[in-house]
């Protein structure tokens, strides 16, 4: 299974970035692919996530309102768009994928992007 995710980089505080999440290895349709980020001395967090078998999207209080989930199944991947983006949005960004959203159980990790978001 391999999940690799692509798109971050620098960006000034009120842009947008689109991170991308592609997925191989195992029944696209079938997991939850979940977006996390981690800041430098801090605990990773979750940030959103999407069931691909309901449709169903979860998303973090902390960017609710300001982020995307969205799945292309003939693409096995997955994207966040990122809007109106903060300082505190600056992260190293990983995709993962596992078979339930509800509570962000993630099996399949794969290396991060990061979004450093500076004036």
């Known amino acids: 299974v391999q999940l690799q995710a692509s798109g971050g980089g620098p960006v000034q505080p009120g842009g947008s970035l689109r991170l991308s999440c592609v997925v191989s290895g195992l029944t696209f349709g079938d997991y939850c692919i979940g977006w996390f980020r981690q800041a430098p001395g801090k605990k990773r967090g979750e940030v959103s996530a999407?069931?691909?078998?309901?449709?169903?999207?979860y998303y973090g209080e902390r960017v609710k309102g300001r982020f995307t989930i969205s799945s292309d199944s003939a693409k096995n991947t997955v994207y966040l768009q990122m809007n109106s983006l903060k300082q505190e949005d600056t992260a190293v960004y990983h995709c993962?994928?596992?078979?339930?959203?509800?509570?962000?159980?993630?099996?399949?990790w794969g290396k991060g992007t990061q979004v450093t978001v500076s004036s």
């Open positions: 999407i069931s691909n078998s309901d449709g169903l999207r």
């Open positions: 993962a994928a596992g078979v339930g959203c509800e509570d962000y159980h993630m099996d399949y």
